[in-house]
């Protein structure tokens, strides 16, 4: 009886652990714009990114990019590079460079850095007129980022 006791608050306590902490915006390592190392140190969905590349208040990378694999999604963008292929011509370490501040890999883009917390050039707080607060979050969680670069590994010619 005691070691069944024991076992369920071993698992109570596990449970309520967090699984992996999430790597800081600004403790993400880039080594010429890639960062090797999971954000989360959790394997990404591929569904979970799909969803957040085409919802308008997460990632909405359609609005910029079109994707052939998503035909369904009305309104794909034009303006940036198309993503059939993108696995072919990035591993995954560059990928989750490009998603998370793609600036690092391509100066002057104007993609945004969705893993970014400071250096920012005078953002507004939503549509006030005003400054934003000092704590930004980032766009994106780090789950998030590593969510839509096993969507984006999928991609492939």
Request: aromatic residues 8%.
């Amino acid at each position: 009886m005691k070691s069944q006791l024991w076992l369920a608050s071993l698992v109570a306590l596990s449970a309520a652990l967090p699984a992996a902490a999430d790597t800081a915006p600004g403790d993400v390592a880039y080594t010429d714009g890639a960062v090797a190392v999971s954000l989360t140190g959790v394997a990404g969905d591929a569904a979970a990114g799909a969803k957040v590349m085409t919802t308008r208040s997460e990632g909405n990378c359609v609005a910029c990019h079109q994707i052939a694999a998503m035909p369904d999604v009305p309104f794909q963008g034009d303006i940036a590079p198309a993503l059939d292929g993108v696995a072919d011509r990035y591993d995954e370490a560059q990928l989750r460079g490009i998603v998370s501040n793609a600036k690092m890999s391509f100066e002057g883009t104007f993609m945004p850095a969705f893993y970014k917390t400071t250096g920012f050039i005078r953002p507004g707080d939503a549509y006030s007129g005003k400054a934003a607060p000092e704590n930004l979050p980032p766009i994106l969680t780090g789950q998030q980022i590593e969510d839509v670069v096993a969507y984006l590994l999928t991609l492939k010619e």
